[in-house]
């Protein structure tokens, strides 16, 4: 089932959620609801092992990605864009997922692709970075990475080389969910807000 928010005035977004929680997240609410705002429509959908986890309340980890993709895919053939942009993307594993539908379908009308905090590598393994797939990803890229990033912060990424196709925008001294720690000076809402206002930036340019 799709949750759509606002209208396709500026493009489509699609943002399919992270590992541990569903599309009903505070932070997938959140940027639904700014992005709509901001004249685009954004649909929103639970991969099946989250669906199963709300029907019955037991946790389940993630499905494997073969699954991930098919239901991803499904859910970007059941969006009507209006002849507008199609961005696809999501949080941490969502975004992760997105990415390897993009570089792996060039037949979807992806026009571009978003990924909120994405996951690198898993905590504590920089030396495992999920990247192997990025060249072949060719439509525009935007990553909006926190700082502090435990799954791939400034520290990985000054020295890994990405695509020219894909720019990283930094939350300052966020972490993976782009919120920073109260004496940095920044907030929460004012770093959610600067990464909706660069995802407008980029869709503009597609």
Not at 68 to 93: D, N, Q
């Amino acid at each position: 089932m799709l949750m759509i928010d606002g209208q396709a005035e500026k493009g489509t977004i699609v943002l399919a959620h992270g590992a541990g929680a569903g599309a009903e997240h505070p932070f997938m609410a959140t940027f639904a609801e700014g992005l709509a705002q901001k004249g685009f429509q954004v649909v929103r959908f639970n991969f099946p092992y989250m669906i199963k986890r709300m029907e019955d309340g037991k946790k389940r980890p993630p499905d494997r990605a073969p699954k991930l993709l098919e239901a991803y895919e499904g859910a970007v053939r059941g969006v009507e864009t209006a002849g507008r942009p199609l961005i696809i993307g999501g949080k941490s594993m969502g975004g992760r997922i997105a990415s390897m539908l993009t570089a792996e379908n060039h037949q979807l009308g992806i026009d571009g692709l978003v990924c909120l905090g994405y996951p690198f590598h898993a905590p504590g393994k920089p030396e495992k970075v999920r990247t192997d797939h990025f060249p072949d990803i060719e439509v525009p890229t935007l990553i909006i990475q926190g700082e502090r990033d435990p799954f791939g912060g400034t520290a990985l990424l000054k020295n890994l080389s990405l695509p020219s196709n894909v720019t990283v925008h930094w939350a300052p001294d966020g972490n993976h969910d782009l919120s920073p720690r109260k004496a940095s000076g920044y907030t929460q809402e004012g770093n959610w807000a600067t990464a909706m206002d660069a995802i407008a930036t980029f869709a503009a340019t597609l």
